[in-house]
């Protein structure tokens, strides 16, 4: 069979698969459209929750970016990971035991508020938004290269799984098929790594294999991957830093705290019947998550290897890069390589006239490794990789069976779409339960209410598909830009809300706005005002990362710190909480049980 026969095949069964746990899972109540019921089992949340968690970021992107920052690529794995540790030790417990079906209901009742409400709907609304044009946006990339489709058809096959699956089977249905889109993209994800670790080490367990000893040689992985990318100008792999040691300890803070507070994870734990199952189950998906992020930096460091040895045949056997023949003529390019071409993803640009292909780093300024490029008649790097094909490709460069290839295309599709239907989940319960139902139509009858869910679900997936077609400049970002405008606005209101007996309503306001705008102005400064090209305003303050070299994407951490200090300066100025609050947040901080999610009703 071929191999564009073998991923239809393959994709094909996934999609049944996920329709069919729909049609069988479908909503019939707000309680299974927005919690599932309350009743689902702690392991199977466990496996929904990594599938929730795990988005096309972490398995399309994630080794992507590892392979290419090296030792800097470390600040998404601690980042998240240990915001998935923060979520589970400090907050689900909680609000699970709080009882509500929501965040802003959480914001409701603890912080006796309309505005505090609307307020957490915005900060919801904006991070869930921005977040969830990365996951269309490579639901878009993994169905033009597999499928062999345009990418605007790609997004719109992708609208109308998600569509059958969440708007029909609400939090129920996204549920089960998430468990069902777990398994199928954590073999998709550890097949390859299995495959690409035996031939590459020896070593069939890619965690050992990537500190096993290179075959064919006596030196061990890494050591040999170091030497492979000084030869050819890149930073060392296993030292190499994100700009400097501050930014790269600010993106990591700001990553974590983001993930503690993203809705569409939080959500996952009122999905359970106790509050010790809550904890459970954050334990389980915490073992079903690591066994991705303990295999991606084997992934990573095994692929930019295999990628370099595939352009430059000298790389593997340790000759001359820079002889002629060592560069492979572009009319004999691999077939991986003229696939991924098509998605301009992979692209080719011939400098020096030579009909060789030379991928290295043209802004060294080793002036010894330029001399070397000279003297060998480069002149420039003449291949331009997308750090998001490197998973995706990576089975394809090592020559791996078809079906491992298609499985890769599953798991990748699965990792995007599960990620999006908790998004559209988080988004839709907030218009429909915490805008109309808890504010605006009171009256609203649970029959109207589950219609009103279903509608802005259906609402949401045009308009995130809109923008999977029509992606902004600033997509490439999204998710990391995602997690700073949460861990600005919501994490902080969080934390406060479950251990600060303290906090009003009025601190707790104050300091979203200040949190979320703080980091959106420093955003702006260097993507333009509401990402418009040529409104950038941060030479206004000295140039880009202007405050002490943070970049963008780790100013999520700084806007948590103005949020908590805002909101204990405005608490002290206002007036203090009601004693029934405070007596709520002691009985809630007190570990005993809690009854059903409530919601209000």
């Given amino acids: 069979m071929s191999l564009q026969a073998t991923i239809y095949l393959v994709v094909g069964l996934t999609f049944a698969l996920y329709i069919g746990i729909a049609f069988w899972a479908r909503a019939g109540s707000t309680k299974e459209f927005y919690v599932a019921g309350g009743g689902v089992h702690p392991i199977a949340n466990g496996m929904a929750t990594g599938a929730d968690w795990m ?20 600040l998404f794995l601690m980042g998240w990971t240990g915001g998935y540790v923060l979520l589970a030790m400090l907050l689900a417990p909680y609000l699970r035991k709080f009882g509500k079906f929501t965040v802003p209901d959480f914001f409701k009742a603890r912080f006796y508020s309309d505005t505090a409400t ?34 605007n058809v790609g997004v719109v096959v992708g609208m109308a799984i998600v569509f059958v699956y969440a708007v029909f089977g609400g939090m129920k249905g996204i549920t089960y098929t998430q468990v069902a889109q777990y398994w199928v993209l954590i073999v998709a994800y550890t097949i390859p790594a299995i495959f690409i670790s035996f031939q590459l080490t020896g070593n069939p367990i890619p965690q050992l294999g990537l500190g096993s000893i290179f075959s064919g040689s006596d ?7 170091d030497h492979i990318v000084n030869d050819l100008g890149f930073g060392e792999y296993t030292t190499a830093l994100p700009g400097n040691k501050l930014n790269m300890f600010m993106a990591t803070a700001s990553l974590m705290i983001g993930t503690a507070g993203l809705p569409h994870v939080i959500i996952r734990f009122f999905t359970v019947p106790k509050v010790k199952d809550a904890r459970s189950s954050a334990g389980w998906a915490l073992v079903f998550i690591a066994i991705l992020y303990t295999t991606a930096p084997a992934v990573a460091a095994m692929a930019r290897l295999n990628l370099h040895s595939t352009i430059n045949t000298a790389v593997q056997s340790g000759g001359d890069v820079f002889a002629e023949e060592a560069s492979i003529q572009y009319d004999n390019r691999p077939e991986w390589f003229k696939r991924w071409e098509v998605t301009g993803l992979l692209k080719f640009e011939d400098k020096n ?17 330029l001399a070397k490029t000279g003297k060998a008649g480069w002149q420039g790097n003449e291949l331009s990789v997308n750090n998001d094909i490197i998973v995706l490709a990576n089975p394809e460069i090592a020559r791996l069976p078809n079906w491992v290839i298609a499985l890769v295309a599953a798991g990748g599709l699965a990792a995007a779409l599960s990620t999006a239907a908790g998004l559209l989940l988080a988004i839709s319960s907030a218009i429909s339960h915490d805008l109309l139902k808890n504010m605006f139509m009171k009256d609203l009858t649970e029959k109207g209410e589950l219609m009103a869910g279903r509608i802005a679900m259906a609402a949401a997936i045009v308009g995130s598909g809109y923008l999977g077609m029509n992606p902004p400049d600033f997509a490439a970002g999204t998710v990391a830009l995602a997690f700073g405008l949460a861990a600005s606005s919501l ?25 979320l705008f703080a980091t959106m102005f420093y955003v702006f400064a260097h993507t333009g005002i509401f990402y418009i090209k040529g409104t950038e305003f941060y030479q206004f303050f000295g140039g880009k990362d202007f405050f002490f070299g943070i970049s963008p994407n780790g100013f999520g951490a700084v806007g948590a710190v103005i949020n908590f200090a805002v909101a204990f300066a405005v608490k002290n100025m206002t007036a203090p909480v009601p004693s029934h609050i405070a007596e709520m947040v002691e009985n809630v901080r007190i570990p005993r049980g809690a009854g059903e999610a409530t919601g209000g009703h």
């Fill in 219 to 225: 030196m061990h992985m890494l050591e040999k991957l």
């Fill in 491 to 515: 994490f902080p209101a969080l934390m406060m809300g479950i251990f600060s007996k303290t906090m009003n309503k009025q601190g707790a306001i104050a300091g979203m706005l200040a949190g």
């Fill in 118 to 151: 609307i307020v957490a709907v915005i900060c919801l609304l904006v991070a869930s938004t921005t977040y969830i044009i990365g996951q269309m946006t490579g639901v878009g990339v993994a169905f033009s290269r597999f499928l062999g489709v345009s990418n």
């Fill in 55 to 74: 988005s096309a970021a972490s398995f399309i992107s994630m080794a992507g970016m590892i392979g290419y920052m090296g030792y800097g690529g470390a």
């Fill in 353 to 369: 006239a030579d009909g060789r292909i030379q991928y290295y780093n043209d802004k060294s300024k080793d002036p010894e490794f």
